[in-house]
């Protein structure tokens, strides 16, 4: 994957940014199927 080099620096600031994209990365399955779930659950109840 390829970023700006901006964000390359895993220090500080922009760290936060690195981290939180790796995060995101890892838990977007699980952020997708409670998306859903909390849509489905708008919209019948």
Known sequence: MHFPSILVRRTGF?????????????????VAIGC???GISIIFY
Do not use: H, T, Y
């Not at 922009?14 to 699980?30: D, H, N, T, V, Y």
């Open 14 to 30: 922009r760290g936060f940014f690195w981290k939180a994209a790796r995060i995101g990365e890892c838990l977007s399955p699980w």
């Open 36 to 38: 859903s779930v909390m």
